[in-house]
């Protein structure tokens, strides 16, 4: 079986370390790829007034799964409607720490599990009258199910016994009151453990005892500022891989940008673009291949060459080398 895989890399740095994670996945002599190569971002606007061309779209919205780098300015414009094509209703972004580097907390191992289509991002802004304005946060039983149905089973099939659900279901008795409601149901359901935190003192609590938590099930909003706050505990952009799952379909990024401080200089650092393509790998079914990429990734972190983010002054094409060597 021939998996077919649309190809965005973006811009600035995008360029740069898409093109390893393709030779990871092509070095992976199990499975069988094809890849189809789209644009989207800033350069591909001022050419054609579209960041992201419906030509490229419709490739995401075709393939089996979608890699993409990242994007510049357009990055609101190219990554909502992306997510928006395949359909994605789970943000994942795991926050590991690798023993190799000296992460803030050493101990963390932790899995974001973030509602990916509602909540304040919903775009329902108003401006009431000068100097007032709104903003609705929509949270349904729907979304709030599926994604803490997601949640118990990603903990269940990669080995987590600590699930968490951040709300602030005290204050936002409505909408957070329903999102934990239904994701208590669930867990109740699913006879699985699980415990429940206001997410304010969550923030706290995973900067000091992060080694307490595992799987972390979020709102929309809260669980894009506590997955950037574990980045920090692990330390780097660099690192961390991202996966935005839909039902049939899933698009995988790197949590950086297009880092236009270091584009076009060889010394962005592939890993979270690999790491990105290993939870391709997963979602693919793939488990062991996508372990053995993560493998591949530690033991160059481990023995170098490093890019200059960590501390090293390796190319990204020669990290790329030797994670292809460690495969
Ligand atoms: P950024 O992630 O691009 O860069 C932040 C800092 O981290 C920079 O100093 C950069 O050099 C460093 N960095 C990031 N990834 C790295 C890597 N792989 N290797 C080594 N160093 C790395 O975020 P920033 O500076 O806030 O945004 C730059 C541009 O990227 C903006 O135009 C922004 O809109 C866009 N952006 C796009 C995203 C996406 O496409 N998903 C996400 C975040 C930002
Ligand atoms: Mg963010």
Redesign the pocket.
């Given at each position: 079986m021939t998996h077919e895989i649309a190809v965005i890399p973006?811009d600035?740095?995008?360029q740069e370390?898409t093109p390893a994670a393709v030779e990871v996945l092509e070095a992976i002599e199990t499975v069988d790829f094809e890849f189809v190569e789209g644009d989207a971002g800033d350069a591909v606007k001022a050419e054609t007034g579209t960041a992201l061309p419906e030509a490229t779209a419709a490739l995401a919205a075709d393939a089996d799964a979608t890699l993409?780098g990242?994007?510049?300015?357009t990055?609101a414009d190219?990554?909502l409607p992306l997510r928006q094509v395949v359909g994605s209703f789970a943000n994942v972004r795991p926050a590991v720490a690798y023993p190799a580097l000296d992460a803030v907390q050493p101990d963390t191992d932790l899995v974001f599990i973030r509602e990916n289509t509602e909540g304040v991002y919903k775009g329902i802004e108003s401006e009431i009258t000068d100097g007032v304005t709104t903003c609705t946060r929509v949270i349904t039983e729907e979304a709030s199910e599926k994604i803490a149905e997601f949640g118990f089973d990603y903990a269940r099939q990669n080995g987590f016994d600590d699930v968490t659900i951040a709300h602030k279901a005290n204050v936002m008795q409505k909408t957070d009151g329903l999102f934990l409601e239904t994701a208590e149901r669930v867990g109740a359901d699913l006879d699985a453990e699980y415990d429940t935190a206001l997410m304010d003192a969550l923030a706290m609590h995973l900067v000091m005892h992060p080694e307490d938590y595992g799987v972390v099930v979020c709102p929309n909003l809260a669980g894009d500022m506590l997955s950037d706050l574990a980045a920090g505990l692990v330390g780097g952009?660099?690192l961390l891989p991202s996966a935005n799952v839909g039902e049939e379909n899933a698009l995988f990024?790197?949590?950086?940008?297009?880092?236009?401080?270091?584009a076009g200089e060889g010394?962005?650092?592939?890993s979270?673009?690999v790491l990105s393509a290993a939870m391709l790998l997963d979602h693919l079914g793939y488990d062991e291949e996508g372990d053995r990429v993560r493998e591949a990734v530690e033991t160059v972190l481990d023995e170098g060459p490093r890019?200059p983010?960590l501390g090293g002054d390796g190319s990204t094409e020669e990290v790329t080398a030797a994670i292809l060597d460690a495969l």
């Open positions: 973006g600035g740095i995008g370390v993409f990242a994007a510049g300015e990055a190219v990554i952009l660099g990024e790197p949590v950086h940008g297009s880092a236009p401080d270091i010394i962005a650092n592939p979270a673009m890019t983010d």
